[in-house]
């Protein structure tokens, strides 16, 4: 059995880029070598197969914990990467909150297949099993504006009490003329920022082709910055 790098993707506030992060991230770390298990478990607005152009799974994230199913018969192949594989959401049963014991469980047969990243895509906001033993490090997403960063920092807060490795990734850069510039956010929140993401067209483009803008155009200045952070890991 492995033991994989499980990162938590999470913002405190919606609507930043988690999801493009978690998908960019999960295929640059493929695309260099890793073997990567995507998850969305995202169970208010499951939506990765949209990004992927892939249809709803018959079997998805929160079947599996639920139903006490086996991670394997969601857990499918990305086609266009051999190394990357995903676990898809599922929307049936709505709105859910996983116990602890239930990520834990998830954790341990996901550790049988040999990745070396699982990146989890979750729903914004904090819950009670952000903070279960699987999770070696939150990516946190912000964008770069006053009330997203002070409730990130809330965030940050909260995972450093309970001794959370968590690093923020600075989305949609440049996207506004009022936005906080890095250099402020250093200083006045204190934050370890470990990407900084500008906002490119390559972003609106590989969501309307439902394809990640990493295979796009790897020489987009959105894709050289997710190279970097995926290389700071590998």
Avoid: W
């Avoid at 880029?17 to 960019?24: F, I, L, Q, W, Y």
């Avoid at 639920?66 to 990357?84: C, P, Q, T, W």
């Avoid at 409730?151 to 001794?163: A, E, G, P, R, V």
């Amino acid at each position: 059995m492995s033991n994989p790098y499980v990162i938590r993707i999470s913002s405190k506030k919606g609507g930043v880029g988690k999801t493009t992060v978690a998908v960019n991230l999960s295929t640059a770390l493929a695309v260099l070598g890793k073997r990567v298990l995507l998850v969305d478990g995202d169970p208010t607005n499951a939506n990765i197969s949209d990004f992927l152009g892939l249809e709803d799974p018959k079997i998805g994230f929160a079947d599996i914990l639920f139903n006490e199913l086996d991670a394997e018969s969601g857990i499918v192949n990305y086609k266009e990467l051999g190394n990357m594989d995903l676990l898809l959401g599922s929307d049936r049963i709505g709105i859910y909150a996983p116990t602890k014991e239930q990520i834990i469980h998830f954790g341990y047969q996901a550790g049988k297949f040999n990745y070396d990243y699982i990146i989890v895509d979750t729903a914004p906001g904090f819950f009670l099993h952000d903070l279960v033993p699987i999770y070696k490090e939150s990516l946190i997403v912000s964008i770069p504006q006053g009330p997203t960063m002070d409730s990130n920092k809330k965030l940050s807060d909260l995972y450093n009490q309970d001794i959370l490795r968590n690093h923020v990734v600075l989305n949609r850069v440049g996207s506004s003329a009022y936005e906080l510039n890095v250099d402020t956010i250093k200083q006045d929140y204190g934050l370890d920022i470990a990407a900084v993401l500008p906002e490119d067209p390559i972003i609106p483009q590989s969501i309307a082709k439902r394809e990640p803008a990493y295979l796009l155009d790897r020489t987009s200045k959105f894709c050289v910055a997710i190279e970097n952070l995926a290389r700071a890991y590998t």
